[in-house]
């Protein structure tokens, strides 16, 4: 079955550091691949999107992506974190001809000054 | 352009009460979901909808039931509330079923 993997349920970096979130996925085609950014007390909102092409995709807020299809990998990086970064983040990948979405457990990024 | 709202916000109820929650979206999507938001858990798909008057169900159906009337609305219903049903339900909408888009979320207690 096609699944999404976060392996860290939080993480904690320093203001102005450099952030690695991990994602993982089980899927027998190439995927459709997103990293959500979820705020407190807010819905999700997508960060950026990985269909095809370029396997290093810019996202919003500084964001990006690197897709590795050997690794079957798509790690979220971001070279200096800001306090406002804070939020819970969800790696996601869709199947089914494209309209059900698998997402992963999510990974909270807490900023220390 | 208000994009997703989901009414109400917030809402308590006691177990065995029923509830609807509506969702409304004004950017003409085919694709309408309801999800589940648990510690740990992640998003799990309750139901969806490809279309209007069209529904189908996902990952955690049971306790639910869902209808699509308008094509901008999606209203997900709990005829008898469950402890276990205690979540924060999210709607999301999209037109190619890629990128969806989110509402704020119902934060549900039942106690």
């Known amino acids: 079955a096609q699944s999404v993997t976060q392996p860290d349920i939080h993480i904690t970096v320093s203001e102005g550091a450099s952030l690695e979130l991990r994602c993982n996925y089980s899927y027998g085609a190439t995927p459709y691949l997103f990293w959500y950014v979820q705020s407190p007390g807010q819905g999700l909102q997508l960060l950026l999107k990985y269909f095809s092409g370029d396997t290093l995709v810019q996202g919003i807020k500084g964001f990006e992506a690197e897709f590795k299809r050997s690794q079957s990998s798509f790690n979220l990086r971001k070279p200096s974190v800001h306090w406002s970064d804070a939020a819970e983040y969800f790696c996601a990948v869709v199947r089914d001809g494209g309209f059900k979405t698998i997402f992963g457990a999510g990974t909270r990024l807490f900023v220390k000054a | 352009n208000a994009g997703v709202t989901q009414t109400p916000k917030f809402r308590v109820l006691k177990t065995g009460q029923s509830m609807t929650l509506l969702c409304a979206q004004d950017?003409?999507?085919?694709?309408m979901y309801w999800y589940r938001q648990d510690p740990g858990m992640g998003l799990r798909l309750i139901h969806y909808s490809v279309g209007e008057g069209t529904t189908a169900k996902g990952e955690v159906p049971d306790g639910y039931n869902v209808s699509r009337l308008k094509k901008q609305n999606f209203l997900l219903g709990l005829e008898s509330a469950a402890p276990s049903q205690t979540s924060v339900y999210f709607c999301a909408s999209t037109s190619r079923g890629y990128e969806q888009y989110f509402g704020p979320g119902t934060r549900l207690t039942v106690t």
């Open positions: 950017m003409n999507h085919e694709y």
